[in-house]
């Protein structure tokens, strides 16, 4: 699990761990060649079935335009849909629609608390399908295209940030931070996961948010930028570092779910002095003295994360 706020090097990382040799990644980092999995196209759809419900003079259902979720339990939505990734991943489950787009919606009507997308008329869901059809195809064409001939020497790596509102204290309540979105995982994911944690500050996280932001392309993993409102309402501050110091086996998180207590080892990548934007450039362009900075930490964090890794 690859968690941390926004634009604090989640995407970079992983996209340093797909240009690391698979036998120099599993001796070294302990990671398996990569199968991923990440929420953030949910979140990405979400608000493009809120635009084209805007464009109909429809209510929006997920969110109040540029601002955090109408109904904050949509965090559990997303860590729903991962779940289901997740089984469909290792049944390698092929989905041949006539609408990637209404799949895509009777996707989150299972998975949303409370189901919203299934109240709307079918004039408005069938205009909203067609228009939103190559996107929800392209989604459904990458998921499939992910699935692996065989396991063997594979590490799911299953990225999502989680916070709470600025100066909010800890513990975080609610919907809020992995306090409530880690217990949402399936028990298939708890009981095998370890946790990369990538350190930094709300500041520092704002700050490299607006660097990264492209507004000609919102939808991808490298170049999205999230609303300052909802970087301040959602990721203002982050309960993982009280998590940590709470938990009660050290250099893990206890994650009490579906019965049982789980206790998730994690390994944390101090990343409060920037050591990943310059891996959102091309391969040939980073510089050897950053990659072996980056190198040095990432083997740190994740060396302390498979010490504790009873799986």
Not at 10 to 17: D, H, I, L, Q
């Amino acid at each position: 699990m690859l968690q941390a706020l926004p634009a604090s090097g989640k995407s970079e990382v992983r996209n340093f761990m797909a240009h690391v040799e698979p036998e120099r990644l599993q001796n070294e980092f302990h990671i398996g060649e990569n199968l991923q999995l990440d929420d953030f196209p949910y979140v990405h759809m979400m608000r493009r079935i809120d635009e084209e419900l805007a464009k109909l003079d429809k209510p929006r259902v997920f969110y109040p335009g540029e601002a955090p979720f109408l109904d904050g339990r949509d965090w559990g939505t997303l860590c729903n849909l991962l779940n289901e990734d997740y089984h469909d991943l290792m049944n390698r489950n092929i989905a041949k629609p006539d609408s990637a787009a209404k799949l895509l919606f009777d996707r989150f009507d299972r998975a949303a608390i409370p189901n919203r997308l299934g109240v709307l008329d079918e004039n408005t869901r069938n205009t909203i399908a067609e228009r939103l059809e190559k996107e929800a195809r392209a989604m459904l064409d990458e998921k499939h295209a992910g699935y692996p001939e065989s396991f063997e020497n594979k590490t799911i790596i299953i990225e999502c940030a989680r916070g709470g509102p600025d100066g909010a204290a800890m513990p975080l309540t609610g919907t809020f931070g992995y306090q409530y979105s880690l217990p949402m995982f399936c028990p298939e994911i708890l009981e095998q996961a370890v946790i990369l944690y990538i350190w930094v500050t709300p500041e520092e996280s704002r700050r490299k948010n607006a660097d990264r932001a492209d507004p000609n392309d919102p939808g991808s993993n490298l170049h999205h930028g999230v609303p300052m409102a909802v970087m301040l309402g959602d990721y203002g501050c982050d309960d993982m570092e009280y998590l940590i110091k709470t938990s009660e086996v050290e250099n893990t998180v206890t994650v009490n779910a579906h019965g049982k207590t789980y206790h998730v080892p994690i390994g944390v990548f101090d990343n409060r002095v920037d050591k990943t934007s310059f891996l959102r450039g091309e391969p040939e362009t980073w510089a050897a003295d950053k990659v072996a900075d980056v190198t040095r930490a990432i083997r740190a964090a994740t060396d302390n994360m498979f010490s504790h890794y009873n799986g």
